[in-house]
């Protein structure tokens, strides 16, 4: 036996192989194990972090690389996670009850869809399925709209093209909180080999896409449609919905980035498919420049972010900041909204601003720990929510998401509104500064290899945290037992550090606040410097 390969990891490899039921992945599992028999160099290692798992099924479900193992997306931890959700819904009153399924375009995608439907069937429920890749917010919506009790879409959102992911909607069209993602993995744990998991198929195939759109279509205020928009799917599933839903609300005059509008899992015109990494929207900005356009929106593969671009005031483009995003359309749903109670919320992450336009309204605003999962169970009369990583509920009546094709059409509207006024987005966000103080923020990740580090520099923090950041003096807050989450705070600054419940990152949100006493551009100037100070030091701390 060679030294890097272990009995027991040998035996575990032979088993899961035996009890693959997909022959193209037991066969993969098998070449590198023989490789590892073979001591080709890397070969155990590489079986050992195959065989580490299983995927851990939290509240976002599952994601992970699609690969052969239990440490991975494959059609055989798909079947197992499903016949563990199966017996959750049983065990909670809901035998036989309506799940449906969607999907989005990545590698696996096809197959992990058809793996969760069969198994489902074969237990029992009712299952519905969409009837190609569709964004997220599509499957989200079916969950109420077909009164089911759950809902199952595969995607890996924004992560690299080489993952995928397993994203589970309970019976409110929310995900799932705790404990259900614990009592989920139990029920999992004791789900039999794949093999022996019963799959049948007869799942019938729904389209939810008219009533969706035509809900959609409703969400802007005003009369004004008069707006050129340049827009991009990100090689994602959104371009068909987006141009469908802008049109169905009045909005007529959109360009696409033809070569990024068809779904591609190999995303190939970007390092990673997320609208916040550097380089991801320089074909929208450089598509929104050329056709002359007053809006640019980006969604991400799936389409339940939305970022947002507009022209500066020196005649260029860029990308507002997820944070301005969020106020923006926080300030406008406020203003426009139907509701005598309103509830806006975001998360302790986010900008602090939001809570003062709250107050400035009259409306109630609520924070809540960093995810939808929590903002869409914020309160009653929930109108508007927002995370500052580009996600926003515009829409909480009819999708408990974020969805970005809806965001796309109320920042259209928007636009459109600010356009017939001779007004820009960017004017709207002055004025706010100017009314509540400047507020800028900035984040520092740490991507790691190892997630034990995040864990380190965690338990660093709290025995020794800094006393001051920037120079300003600086007190702890620990959010323990509820959340892994430090916060820090002093005067004129806010940051919040921790790991990524998505990717392995260890991440630090800062906020800057500053008065405007002495105009705009001084504001702007003091908190700029003071945010710059903090980052340098996050940066020496997570070094």
């Given amino acids: 036996m060679p030294k890097n390969l272990t009995t027991e990891l040998r035996d575990a490899a032979y088993r899961w192989i035996a009890d693959d039921p997909d022959h193209a992945t037991s066969d993969e599992l098998q070449r590198i194990l023989a490789c590892a028999l073979g001591q080709e160099p890397g070969a155990a290692e590489e079986l050992a972090d195959r065989m580490a798992g299983p995927l851990e099924f939290g509240t976002a479900g599952l994601r992970g690389p699609v690969r052969a193992g239990p440490n991975g997306m494959n059609v055989a931890v798909v079947t197992r996670t499903t016949a563990g959700v199966a017996d959750w819904l049983a065990a909670h009153g809901h035998a036989g009850g309506v799940v449906v399924i969607g999907r989005d375009a990545r590698h696996g995608s096809e197959a992990f869809a058809t793996a969760a439907a069969e198994v489902l069937t074969a237990a029992g429920f009712a299952v519905k399925t969409l009837p190609e890749p569709l964004p997220t917010p599509l499957l989200a919506y079916s969950v109420k709209h077909y009164g089911a009790v759950a809902g199952i879409q595969i995607t890996a959102s924004h992560n690299p093209p080489a993952d995928n992911g397993y994203k589970l909607y309970d019976g409110t069209g929310g995900q799932i909180v705790p404990p259900s993602d614990g009592e989920i993995e139990r029920a999992i744990h004791a789900v039999p080999a794949a093999v022996s998991v019963p799959r049948a198929p007869g799942a019938e195939v729904v389209d939810p896409r008219a009533a969706y759109l035509a809900e959609v279509a409703a969400l802007p205020h005003g009369s004004a449609r008069e707006i050129r928009i340049a827009a991009t799917a990100l090689h994602g599933v959104g371009a068909e919905t987006v141009r469908a839903a802008l049109a169905g609300a009045g909005f007529t005059d959109v360009h696409l980035v033809a070569a990024q509008s068809e779904p591609d899992a190999d995303f190939p015109t970007v390092s990673f498919p997320n609208p916040e990494e550097p380089g991801a929207t320089d074909l929208l900005l450089a598509l929104a420049s050329e056709v002359d356009a007053d809006l640019a929106v980006a969604l991400d593969p799936d389409a339940d972010r939305c970022a947002l671009g507009v022209r500066d005031r020196e005649g260029g483009w860029r990308m507002l900041r997820g944070d301005e995003t969020g106020v923006l359309l926080g300030s406008h749903l406020l203003s426009t909204t139907d509701s005598t109670d309103p509830l806006v919320a975001t998360t302790i992450v986010s900008s602090s601003l939001l809570g003062e336009l709250a107050k400035a ?151 800057s606040v500053q008065p405007v006493t002495d105009g705009l551009a001084a504001a702007r100037e003091t908190a700029a410097a003071r945010l710059a100070a903090v980052r340098a030091d996050i940066n020496a701390l997570l070094s």
């Fill in 361 to 511: 309204a009259g409306a109630r605003y609520a924070e809540t720990l960093t995810g939808f999962k929590w903002l869409v169970r914020a309160g009653e009369g929930l109108v508007f929510a927002y995370e500052e990583a580009l996600g926003l509920c515009v829409n909480p009546g009819f999708v408990r998401d974020k969805d970005g094709i809806a965001a796309a059409v109320v920042a259209a509207g928007l636009a459109a509104s600010l356009k017939a006024e001779g007004r820009s987005p960017l004017d709207v966000l002055d004025e706010i500064a100017v009314r509540h103080g400047v507020h800028l923020t900035d984040q520092v990740s740490l991507r790691v290899t190892d997630l034990a580090v995040r864990g380190k520099l965690m338990a660093g923090l709290r025995a020794q945290p800094p006393s001051a950041l920037g120079g300003v003096p600086v007190t702890l807050e620990d959010l323990l037992p509820d959340a892994d989450v430090l916060r820090l705070r002093g005067e004129g600054l806010r940051v919040v550090i921790r790991p990524s419940g998505t990717e392995p990152k260890l991440k630090a949100y800062l906020q």
